[in-house]
């Protein structure tokens, strides 16, 4: 294929995010291996993965707007070389802190991969090819998710944890390499605007507050000082964050984006599709090892069966798009991870393996059926100097709920009185507390499916073509991108 054709663009925008995911999700099952290897007890190894994320989604903001502004393939590219060299520094680590330290440097790097993958892709493919283009695309965001524990399950069986870190190099080096022969070069196509610093500023500091106030509260309960403090200051820097990028003129979030209520709903569906999805994930390869006894490698290959479903069901949700609506194919998807949900929680305690993965390929086809709608309804008549904002918000979402998830099903699972990941227990208390966790996932799953349900408009397409809005600008920040919205584009 021509070397920037769309579909070149797509596929090696898909192996950059592909390559990301796969490395974050492996330290999900490298946990043990690494808290025995720092001697790191529970509360502290929670910080491998929480530290990731906590900076990866407190950054996407900040670098979806410097996208805008100065060009998304330089800013993507700069961060995979970033993604590289903070690996590399992983692997080396002499401690947990500096273990940690790295891994903060690798969810910033992290940040500008994911907030400019759907944008640049949005660039590259007319409105009627856009939900296709899309689900192939998250298509390997959800296969990297969920192969992930697999692959690191292998590699640390194998070679060790620093395996899953210095695998990275070589594969980083072939993104990048393609990136820049693939990749257009862009700059903004918007009127010249001034970088909104308070408001970048702002978005760091309170989601950084806010999940880390999460996590205290995990480790010292409700009447932590830190949690207390933490939530409180960053409650109130959110609500000074939003008065800011109302009565700037080039504000970080543009609030017009937000103003159209089905774009609404589809942020908060994504939110909430993402937080179960992260829950069953990271669930599924603990429970395998702590109290199914199960190795690294075979906890990994168990939730691989997620992965499989997501490869079938993802490319399939875009072809029907073009039939049935975006709603109509997410609420499906919604439906299917619920109720594969609802099969692992009732079945945590003495479930035969055929019936774990029978439902996690329900929820594999769920998370594949609902992903691509779900963001083409995201995406839909964004002009092009607000698409990487408007991505980097629903990246923003997705992964303070995947951080947010992830706290939450380890606050959960230690209410048990396991010290830590490293030891086996089939305890009773151990099992209930991992059924509640996966309760959790499924009370997201649901209520994401109902946002699904909520965004209105009709279930058929009925031969309504899928064309891009005549309002294509936001001039002023006062003009709804949107307005122009065609029936049956739900």
């Known amino acids: 294929m021509p070397a920037k054709s769309p579909m070149a663009v797509l596929w090696v925008t898909s192996f950059g995010l592909l390559l990301l995911l796969v490395n974050n999700t492996s330290v ?217 990028e109302r009565r700037v003129s080039s504000p970080l979030v543009d609030v017009e984006l937000l103003r159209d209520r089905r774009r609404a709903i589809a942020y908060a569906a994504a939110f909430f599709n993402s937080f179960a999805r992260a829950g069953f994930t990271v669930l599924v390869v603990l429970h395998q090892q702590v109290v199914e006894g199960r190795s690294a490698a075979e906890a990994g290959l168990v939730a691989t069966a997620m992965a499989v479903a997501m490869v079938v069901a993802s490319p399939l949700a875009g072809r029907l798009a073009q039939v049935l609506t975006w709603r109509t194919v997410s609420t499906a998807g919604g439906t299917l991870m619920a109720l594969g949900g609802v099969g692992l929680t009732a079945t945590v305690g003495n479930a035969p393996l055929g019936t774990t993965v029978t439902c996690l390929v329900l929820v594999g086809l769920g998370v594949g059926l609902f992903t691509g709608p779900n963001t083409a309804a995201v995406m839909w008549g964004v002009p092009a100097n607000r698409r990487t904002v408007a991505n980097a918000v629903r990246s923003m979402l997705y992964n303070t709920a995947q951080a947010t998830s ?11 009185g396991l010290a830590t990941y490293a030891v086996q227990s089939a305890d009773p208390a ?58 049956g584009s739900a």
């Not at 009627?128 to 965001?141: C, D, F, G, P, V």
């Not at 939450?408 to 230690?414: E, G, P, Q, W």
Request: hydrophobic letters at 55%; aromatic letters at 8%; a positive charge.
């Open 28 to 244: 999900n099952v490298a946990l043990p291996e690494l808290s025995a290897e720092f001697g790191a007890e529970a509360g502290l190894a929670d910080w491998f993965l929480v530290a990731f994320m906590l900076a990866n989604t407190a950054s996407i903001l900040v670098f979806g707007r410097i996208s805008d502004l100065v060009g998304r393939r330089k800013v993507y590219l700069t961060g995979l070389v970033a993604f590289m060299l903070a690996s590399l520094l992983a692997a080396l680590a002499p401690s947990a802190g500096f273990f940690i330290a790295v891994r903060v440097v690798q969810g910033v790097a992290a940040a500008t991969i994911v907030s400019n993958t759907t944008a640049i892709v949005a660039d590259a493919f007319p409105p009627e090819r856009l939900a296709i283009a899309l689900s192939y695309n998250l298509t390997a965001a959800s296969v990297g998710n969920t192969i992930g524990p697999a692959v690191g399950g292998l590699l640390v069986s194998a070679f060790g944890w620093q395996s899953v870190f210095l695998v990275n190099i070589p594969f980083g080096v072939v993104a990048v390499v393609l990136g820049h022969r693939i990749i257009p070069r862009t700059t903004s196509t918007g009127p010249r605007e001034r970088f909104d610093l308070p408001g970048a500023v702002l978005s760091v500091v309170t989601l950084a507050l806010l999940l880390y106030g999460l996590n205290r509260f995990g480790v010292g309960g409700a009447l932590d000082p830190a949690f207390l403090v933490a939530i409180t200051a960053g409650v109130a820097l959110l609500v000074l964050f939003v008065t800011v």
């Open 430 to 487: 151990v099992i209930r507390a991992f059924a509640l966790a996966y309760g959790a996932a499924v009370v997201a799953a649901v209520v994401a499916t109902g946002c699904a349900v909520s965004r209105g408009g009709p279930w058929l397409r009925r031969h309504v073509p899928v064309t891009e809005p005549a309002a294509d600008r936001l001039p002023d920040r006062t003009q709804d991108a949107t307005a122009a919205r065609p029936a």
């Open 406 to 416: 992830t706290s939450v099903m380890l606050i959960i699972v230690a209410t048990s």
